[in-house]
């Protein structure tokens, strides 16, 4: 099957994940939480600093849009006493009010009725965050099967470090594993794609 893609400046653009993510309602960050990122450090997850930079701009991006945003988090399980630190969120990356948070006690964010809900009525959503490995991988494939479209950002998201695989190896198995059930983007594609008037003077093939 012959793809199409755009052509923008040096870098050229899958169609498909462009319009995809052109067509984003919604972006999800998951796991922004100080006990993840204390974990990423220590498995020094590749560029860690930089994907947090991106969550940033994507967040910044898509408050200056209008765009909700969701940010969702492992909730403890029935009759847990957690501590306050172990769910606190990072620093400067706190929901504001008019944000969702939604829990879950699995790593589907679709394990939260209130998510499913609320994604049934957009149909298509940005995700990005820690854990992909886990949270951003099981989403993704339940969005397939739902039937809801779904973009990685992943240059905004990272893995943890398993078994004997370290933390990078991890994330781009997981980028691949994503790219079977959601379009893959990097966030400078996506903030592009979801730019007002984005399409204006671009050329295809």
């Not at 240059?155 to 190896?169: H, I, K, M, P, V």
Request: with cysteine; proline share 3%; aromatic share 8%.
């Amino acid at each position: 099957m012959r793809r199409s893609w755009v052509i923008r400046m040096n870098s050229v653009i899958d169609l498909r994940s462009y319009v995809s993510a052109s067509n984003t309602r919604l972006l999800v960050m998951v796991d922004l939480q100080e006990r993840n990122y204390e974990k990423l450090a220590k498995d020094r997850a590749s560029d860690l600093a930089r994907s947090m930079e991106n969550c940033t701009l994507a967040i910044r991006h898509a408050r200056s849009l209008g765009l909700p945003i969701a940010f969702t988090r492992q909730a403890g399980h029935p009759g847990w006493i957690e501590r306050p630190a172990q769910a606190a969120w990072i620093s400067g990356f706190e929901p504001k009010r008019s944000d969702m948070v939604f829990e879950r006690q699995q790593p589907s964010c679709y394990t939260n009725q209130l998510f499913e809900d609320t994604v049934s009525r957009v149909g298509g959503f940005a995700i990005a965050g820690l854990v992909a490995e886990e949270t951003c991988l099981a989403t993704a494939i339940d969005a397939s099967h739902r039937g809801h479209r779904v973009t990685f950002l992943s240059d905004a998201s990272a893995s943890r470090g398993r078994n004997a695989a370290d933390a990078e190896t991890v994330h781009l198995i997981t980028t691949k594993a994503i790219g079977l059930f959601a379009d893959i983007a990097t966030t400078r594609h996506w903030l592009l794609a979801t730019s007002p008037r984005t399409l204006e003077g671009h050329r295809y093939g």
